[in-house]
């Protein structure tokens, strides 16, 4: 059972923008750096955003994170039908001395 | 370009151990300033972290797991390998291998993964 918890699924029209949430606690989220993972099932997870907000070389500037206390947050802005898939956040939990991830979010584009 | 290969076999039996090995190629395993790890997925479930270990030795297990698992590194081959004992159907998931990037001292990205591999524990 995940400490980190994310909606299900969110969903938006191509061109649109969404947001995921990633809400945890003070022994990982408040006190640590996050990242954002995208997953196609079949393929390797790709890191979309890692220390809370900075992109790696490659991702486009249409992907942002943010933080704020005890919960993260990843946005997708003008929505493509290649951003479909399943997105996880991810750091370390102090407390439980483990690398912890969230319960993923699945991207629809409608 | 970094790249990591998952390898093993595809169906081990329950009560049995579960051994699987990460090919990395693109780049040393005895890079300071990166861990390596092992992630898996259960079927309709969510990424559950198994372990991660440095070169040199270090290494930390999901507390969950810790009596079970097994991960070392050989620098020769730049592998490194999971060993999860005593598996049982809940044991069912793919597989990633992934590196973990410490630079700056604080490890929290896991930023080039496999794409993993299937292992059924079935009998």
């Known amino acids: 059972q995940s400490v980190l918890t994310q909606p299900p699924s969110v969903s938006a029209a191509p061109g649109q923008k969404v947001t995921i949430s990633c809400s945890g606690s003070?022994?990982?989220?408040?006190?640590?750096?996050v990242s954002w993972y995208q997953h196609l099932p079949g393929t390797a997870p790709k890191l979309v955003i890692y220390?809370?907000?900075k992109r790696p070389s490659g991702i486009p500037d249409r992907f942002s994170g943010s933080k704020s206390g005890t919960s993260a947050t990843l946005g997708i802005t003008g929505l493509q039908t290649g951003d479909e898939a399943d997105y996880y956040c991810?750091?370390?939990?102090?407390?439980?001395?483990?690398?912890?991830f969230g319960t993923g979010t699945k991207v629809t584009v409608l | 370009q970094l790249q990591l290969q998952e390898s093993g076999p595809g169906l081990v039996k329950p009560s049995e151990t579960l051994s699987l090995t990460c090919s990395v190629s693109?780049?040393?395993?005895?890079?300071?300033?990166?861990?390596w790890g092992w992630i898996r997925q259960p079927p309709g479930k969510g990424l559950e972290w198994i372990g991660s270990?440095?070169?040199?030795?270090?290494?930390n297990y999901n507390p969950s797991l810790k009596s079970r698992v097994s991960i070392s590194v050989d620098t020769s081959k730049n592998q490194f390998s999971l060993r999860l004992s005593s598996v049982t159907a809940t044991d069912t998931a793919v597989y990633h291998c992934?590196?973990?990037?410490?630079?700056?001292?604080?490890?929290?990205?896991?930023?080039?993964w496999g794409r993993g591999t299937l292992v059924t524990v079935s009998s």
């Open positions: 220390d809370n907000n």
């Open positions: 693109g780049g040393s395993i005895s890079s300071r300033n990166y861990y």
């Open positions: 003070s022994s990982n989220i408040e006190n640590n750096y």
């Open positions: 991810g750091t370390w939990d102090s407390s439980l001395s483990a690398y912890v």
């Open positions: 992934a590196r973990l990037n410490c630079v700056g001292g604080s490890c929290y990205t896991f930023d080039y």
């Open positions: 270990m440095y070169y040199s030795g270090s290494i």
